[in-house]
């Protein structure tokens, strides 16, 4: 009996899907408890990976999912970055080292003061985010550079603040001279306000900045200096607050799978295997159209766990020569690299090449590769 597969079949989980800046993401609750390391193994292999939170919109669907205020913990995939401490700014803007203000935070911020006010007389200063303050949003035209910066008398955390500016404007204040600087000191008066100056000390597993934070009272605390990965906390009415905890604790957790038109299957089949596994589980082993859908597939294939590439629906008729898509598809876009010429007699299958910016290849279809199915 494979004992992997019986606890898959006894495994209660949840599903949530919710479309999220046009992409659409489906949660699954996983009773097994794991450690946060196991439980980032597990939703990659299974799903995508640990879940990642952006807003509190997706907060509030996701403490509705059926199962998890019923547990005590519940493992997300926020993890302590501690490696990484240079200020950033949070529309993305490249910071100036050489503004004396940002040295000047540099040398006087303490590790829980990740976030930055400016003060009265221009004197900038890191605080912890989760303090309350006034805070300065800008509204920014892309097309003509110019700027609107907009004050709020509301106190509110950076993470709260940010939210508001990014909601209401475009985002929080970004400085860059002395003249930007000033113009912002003329309309802040006495206030010590929030700018959009921080370190991140968290980062999801997926890579992505932790922009949204919804930390309980006194988070993150980091007790006995091991509390490095984050949950979801339901006990003694924390209403699904984010708690650090030891990485090592065992809890249920929640994993994402992106809903998109295509998907990567992380494992490893020749291509004949890959074509019978995306007909029985989904449609097809994916054709490529257009630029459009060669980056989405792109990107995916990014986040393969094979070497060299991943299969796509693409043969050749072994006798007449030409390449055709299994799923008919006629479009004449192509995207053939300089060494796809193979072997006519034995390199028939086409992939993605990883190492040749995710041109077309041929291979021999014995090969084992993941793949992509839509």
């Known amino acids: 009996v494979d004992m992997e597969a019986f606890f898959q079949l006894l495994l209660f989980f949840a599903v949530a899907s919710v479309i999220s800046q046009h ?17 980032q193994n597990y939703c990659r292999a299974h799903y995508q990976d640990l879940i990642s939170i952006h807003s509190a919109q997706q907060m509030e669907t996701i403490r509705s999912i059926s199962g998890v205020s019923n547990e005590e913990a519940v493992w997300i995939g926020l993890r302590r970055n501690a490696g990484v401490r240079q200020w950033l700014w949070s529309n993305g803007d490249p910071v100036n080292t050489s503004m004396s203000d940002i040295n000047q935070i540099n040398h006087e911020s303490k590790n829980k003061k990740n976030c930055v006010v400016i003060k009265t007389k221009n004197k900038w200063q890191g605080e912890d985010c989760s303090k309350v303050n006034c805070f300065i949003c800008m509204k920014e035209n892309k097309t003509s550079g110019q700027r609107e910066y907009h004050i709020s008398s509301e106190e509110r955390s950076w993470f709260e603040a940010l939210e508001i500016c990014r909601r209401d404007y475009t985002d929080l204040t970004s400085i860059h001279s002395p003249e930007q600087l000033q113009e912002i000191q003329s309309k802040i008066g006495n206030n010590d306000v929030w700018i959009g100056l921080y370190r991140d000390e968290w980062l999801w597993s997926n890579g992505k900045p932790a922009l949204f934070q919804d930390w309980g009272q006194g988070e993150p605390n980091n007790g006995g200096n091991n509390e490095n990965c984050a949950g979801l906390w339901f006990d003694n009415n924390r209403d699904g607050k984010w708690i650090n905890f030891p990485c ?99 390199d028939h299958c086409g992939m993605i090449d990883k190492e040749e910016n995710f041109t077309w290849r041929f291979e021999c279809c014995s090969t084992k590769l993941n793949f992509i199915c839509y």
């Open 248 to 346: 090592s604790c065992s809890f249920p957790f929640l994993c994402y799978q992106d809903q998109s038109k295509y998907i990567l299957v992380k494992e490893n089949k020749t291509w004949i295997e890959a074509l019978n596994y995306c007909r029985t589980n989904h449609t097809d082993l994916a054709s490529i159209p257009n630029a459009t859908a060669q980056t989405e597939i792109a990107e995916l294939a990014k986040t393969s766990s094979g070497g060299g590439g991943v299969w796509i629906g693409l043969r050749r008729d072994r006798l007449l020569g030409f390449w055709f898509w299994m799923d008919d598809d006629e479009s004449e876009f192509s995207n053939w690299g300089d060494g796809s010429k193979g072997d006519l007699f034995s």
């Open 23 to 39: 992409v659409i993401l489906q949660y699954h609750f996983v009773e097994l408890e794991k450690t946060w390391g196991e439980a």
